[in-house]
């Protein structure tokens, strides 16, 4: 299999499936791949799929995580950015990784650890997909009950909220239930394209200092 896979061009994009892959062979084959490259994975009970993004996609998950570190930075909240971490429990036979993700309530609790478990270690607080037009994985978000998950499509942002072991799509977020963040975020992504990154986050840290203000 290994062999074939190092011959398999994903243009962006683009994605393929592979069925019946075991847990050893998914474990092998991430070894392979690497932790430094582009395409994603995602593994639900024996299919795994390999994802490859396009440039412009990166460019919003690049922009949208550097909002998301801005508002914990100016709340003044203890953070743990993982970016594409592959987050995989065996036990459920579940592996993912988001576009990116953030530990927050419970950062303390994987602080300084360099591998994690998910058997043993607590999921992230919040996951990001960016461009869910190429992939959508919420079932395997909600098997690794990952509390938070934001799914961007076209710009617009959705909230997801796990409430028993099901996502509910709600106005607030989990982590920031008092900032109206669904209009917000779009706003300052689409903003970034036009005026830049830095003044979009000097303007956006504005924003949030005066939410604070005002609560």
Same mark, same amino acid.
């Given at each position: 299999m290994l062999l074939e896979l190092k011959r398999i061009y994903i243009p962006p994009g683009q994605k393929v499936l592979l069925r019946d892959v075991t847990w050893q062979e998914l474990e092998t084959i991430l070894e392979d791949l690497g932790e430094h490259r582009a395409a994603r994975i995602a593994y639900d009970r024996g299919i795994l799929e390999i994802m490859s993004p396009l440039p412009e996609y990166e460019d919003n998950k690049e922009i949208i995580s550097?909002?998301?570190?801005?508002?914990? !930075?100016?709340?003044?909240? !203890?953070?743990?950015?993982? /970016? @594409?971490t592959t987050f995989k429990n +065996?036990?459920?036979?579940? /592996?993912?990784?988001? #576009?990116?993700?953030?530990?927050? *309530? =419970?950062?303390?609790?994987?602080? /300084?650890?360099?591998?994690?478990?998910? *058997?043993? #270690?607590?999921?992230?607080?919040?996951?990001? !997909?960016?461009?869910?037009?190429?992939?959508?994985?919420?079932?395997?978000? +909600?098997s690794l009950k990952v509390p938070e998950l934001w799914r961007f499509e076209n710009g617009k942002l959705q909230i997801n909220i796990l409430h028993d072991d099901i996502y509910i799509e709600s106005q607030n977020s989990l982590n920031f239930p008092q900032l109206p963040l669904?209009?917000?975020?779009?706003?300052?992504?689409?903003?970034?394209?036009?005026? /830049?990154?830095? *003044? *979009?986050?000097? =303007?956006?840290?504005?924003?949030?200092?005066?939410?604070?203000?005002? @609560?």
């Open positions: 550097d909002l998301v570190k801005a508002l914990l !930075e100016e709340l003044g909240i !203890e953070f743990r950015c993982l /970016g @594409s +065996q036990f459920m036979a579940q /592996g993912i990784e988001p #576009d990116q993700c953030f530990y927050i *309530t =419970n950062e303390s609790k994987i602080r /300084g650890k360099k591998r994690l478990d998910l *058997t043993v #270690d607590p999921p992230p607080d919040l996951a990001l !997909e960016i461009d869910i037009t190429s992939r959508n994985h919420t079932y395997i978000y +909600q669904i209009d917000v975020m779009t706003q300052y992504l689409n903003q970034s394209k036009i005026i /830049g990154r830095n *003044t *979009t986050l000097k =303007n956006f840290r504005i924003w949030v200092r005066e939410q604070i203000q005002i @609560s």
